[in-house]
């Protein structure tokens, strides 16, 4: 969509009361973004479904180590118990918000309408924290399987070169433009769902008879380690929302988009699971990326082989999906004069926010080879703190604003709202606790989030004076 200067002083005005600066105008109100809905192609239905796998899961890659952490049955009941307790709430809270206000920037604009300014900056801030960990992930997993087909690439530094390369190509398509994005990601998760449902229509096959069939895996993942990998499988819905200025009849899109993901990756993970479970492979033989040597054990070398391509799609996916998420931020935030102007500059041709998407993708970069399991730690503290705020924004909104128009609503009335965030806290909680057990440079993970977290105050505090001059 096409994003001309936005006019700050208008959109830090409240919608009710002119005299404020905490509350943003709607965005609609702004008469220079009428001419845009002729002028460039929307997201529809099903595009917009793809993406928003890609950027919540990617297809059943990474589901191994709950499988070796907690055994098949406990693993097929937290990958059911996940999505009711963690995503579902999450889908309602994005539903209602992102049809009511289906603005570019999507989770940082909703908080910033709700709470003001310094809440709407610390949501942006820790999305885009918790982005340098996420998205350094996608690479690490692109690579592990890359090194199963091209042992090579596990020499010195050419895993970590092949991580560059695929964070390079993900940007440069995302300054092709979001359509390009989105019907990419339509594609690869056809391709990558076929050797799955042949895993699934396969393994019954083979029921009783691969126990003993694989070594142990060196995997250290726990039952708890499980669960956060659980959580982090779940983890991601409110990232579509930052994208809602270029999507179809929004209002109505964004529901029916998220509960059909929903659906499809919790499909996705139990199925091939339960399928694995009648061969009695033992749970000790799984680890991350070996969903293609079980697939070789049930269907052969070229069964094994698509699920060795499979991988790198499913990981190229959700880069390139999450690079299309994380980069509206900073250009959300230039056009409201919290950050400088540079991040709002669009492709002439694309209209793509080019200058947001290669210094995010800078960033992303330099947390290519850090442990897999570090960086979900970290990852899911910094997002699950950012969707509290919006849990709370929520909640705010209702309070502040009952009138605006919710095309969707969290069901329960007030206290559906509040207890909506009920579950995803104590979910946090959980990960806190565990946070604790891991380091990073010589400290535990959650000293190290909580740094990144007090971080957000000072970076609000040198933007201050930069965000009053543009008043």
């Known amino acids: 969509m096409s994003r001309?200067?936005?006019?700050?002083?208008?959109?830090?005005?409240?919608?009710r009361a002119p005299q404020q600066t905490e509350n943003p105008q709607p965005f609609a109100a702004i008469p220079n973004r009428t001419p845009t809905k002729k002028r460039f192609v929307r997201l529809t239905l099903w595009p917009l479904v793809a993406a928003t796998f890609f950027m919540v899961s990617g297809g059943t890659y990474g589901t191994e180590d709950i499988v070796h952490g907690a055994g098949y049955g406990r693993a097929i009941l937290i990958l059911l118990l996940t999505p009711l307790l963690w995503s579902l709430p999450t889908a309602f809270m994005i539903?209602?918000?992102?049809?009511?206000l289906p603005y570019e920037g999507g989770y940082y604009a909703w908080v910033r309408r709700a709470m003001g300014n310094f809440w709407g900056f610390q949501e942006a801030w820790l999305s885009?924290?918790?982005?340098?960990f996420d998205m350094a992930i996608y690479p690490t997993l692109f690579v592990i399987y890359l090194t199963r087909l091209f042992p090579w690439f596990a020499i010195g530094?050419?895993?970590?070169?092949?991580?560059?390369?695929?964070?390079?190509?993900c940007t440069v398509m995302n300054v092709a433009g979001i359509r390009v994005v989105a019907i990419s990601s339509l594609w690869l998760f056809l391709l990558i769902s076929s050797p799955f449902i042949l895993i699934v229509l396969f393994a019954p096959f083979k029921a009783g008879m691969l126990a003993g069939a694989a070594p142990p895996a060196h995997s250290s993942v726990g039952l708890m380690g499980g669960l956060l990998v659980a959580m982090w499988n779940y983890m991601g819905w409110d990232n579509a929302s930052t994208i809602a200025a270029e999507v179809e009849r929004p209002q109505r899109t964004y529901p029916r988009a998220l509960f059909f993901a929903l659906a499809i990756i919790a499909l996705s993970y139990v199925l091939p699971v339960a399928a694995m479970s009648l061969t009695r492979l033992s749970p000790t033989a799984w680890e991350t990326g070996s969903w293609a040597n079980l697939a070789g054990l049930v269907g052969g070398p070229w069964l094994r082989l698509a699920l060795e391509i499979g991988g790198m799609m499913s990981a190229?996916?959700?880069?390139?999906?999450?690079v299309m998420s994380y980069s509206r931020l900073p250009l959300a935030m230039a056009q409201d004069g919290i950050l400088p102007g540079i991040f709002a500059r669009l492709h002439p041709r694309t209209r793509a926010p080019w200058v947001a998407i290669l210094a995010c993708g800078a960033g992303w970069a330099l947390c290519l080879g850090l442990n897999f399991e570090r960086l979900i730690t970290l990852d899911v503290l910094l997002s699950g703190a950012s969707l509290l705020l919006e849990f709370a924004a929520l909640v705010a909104l209702r309070i502040r604003e009952p009138n605006l128009p919710r095309p969707f609503r969290v069901p329960g009335g007030m206290a559906g709202a509040v207890l909506a965030g009920a579950f995803p806290l104590l979910l946090l909680v959980f990960s806190v606790i565990r946070g604790d057990q891991e380091r990073v440079l010589g400290m535990n993970s959650l000293f190290f989030g909580v740094i990144l977290m007090a971080a957000g105050l000072l970076a609000y505090a040198l933007s201050a004076p930069y965000t009053r001059s543009q008043r």
């Open 4 to 15: 001309l200067r936005r006019n700050t002083s208008k959109l830090a005005t409240a919608s």
């Open 95 to 100: 539903g209602e918000l992102s049809s009511a």
């Open 128 to 132: 885009l924290m918790a982005s340098i």
């Open 157 to 169: 530094h050419r895993g970590v070169m092949a991580g560059l390369a695929v964070v390079t190509i």
């Open 316 to 322: 190229f996916g959700m880069l390139n999906a999450l």
